[in-house]
């Protein structure tokens, strides 16, 4: 091989090698991307559940101080 065909392989093995490397971060960004809509709807339900129980409350707590203070 020539010194410029050695340059070639070389040039596709480092393709090659960012090829997978940006599938592997896709794949993880994808990952991510559903965990975090996951828990988007485990706060968005929270929050409904918590808004709906203040609603029931008849008497709400005043935000006072303890009499030790």
Not at 20 to 26: F, I
Not at 36 to 62: C, G
Request: proline share 4%.
């Amino acid at each position: 091989m020539t010194d410029h065909d050695d340059r070639i392989v070389k040039l596709e093995e480092e393709i090659a090698h960012l090829r997978q490397t940006n599938e592997e971060l896709s794949a993880e960004t994808l990952s991510q991307w559903k965990q975090i809509e996951a828990l988007q709807k485990t706060v968005s339900h929270l929050e409904n559940r918590f808004a709906s129980v203040e609603d029931q409350l008849e008497d709400r707590p005043e935000n006072t101080r303890p009499p030790h203070w």
